[in-house]
Nanobody, 121 residues
Framework: QVQLVESGGGKVQPGGSLRLSCAAS????????MGWYRQAPENQRELVAL???????NFADFVKDRFTISRDYAKNTVYLQMNSLKPEDTAVYYC???????????????WGQGTQVTVSS
């Protein structure tokens, strides 16, 4: 099994910054991609940013030029640096990882428990 543990959420004023971290542990052969999703009340979960095994990055349009994603391959950890935060960024942020646990199994999606980000004055 694979566990994803997130940290770094909290409350910040508009225009402020937060850095989220997510560490993967357990039986890991390869991590094909790691990323962040978010879900605000009464909204569907949506992609925020994703980084693949080869370092390719994808961002949702609403966070481009404000958020960056990076990965520490040795620590199986992904980071989301969030700058210029807006009230509409308020949501629960979930870490996601596409993990292959065995050479005989396909990669599987795993989710963290979520961390609350609140942007408010």
């Amino acid at each position: 099994q694979v566990q994803l543990v997130e940290s770094g959420g909290g409350k910040v004023q508009p225009g402020g910054s937060l850095r989220l971290s997510c560490a993967a542990s357990g039986t890991i052969l390869n991590i094909n991609a790691m990323g962040w999703y978010r879900q605000a009340p009464e909204n569907q979960r949506e992609l925020v940013a994703l980084i693949t095994r080869d370092g390719s990055r994808n961002f949702a349009d609403f966070v481009k030029d404000r958020f960056t994603i990076s990965r520490d391959y040795a620590k199986n950890t992904v980071y989301l640096q969030m700058n210029s935060l807006k009230p509409e960024d308020t949501a629960v942020y979930y870490c996601n990882a596409l993990v292959q646990t065995s050479a005989y199994r396909l990669a599987t999606n795993y989710w963290g428990q979520g961390t609350q980000v609140t942007v408010s004055s």
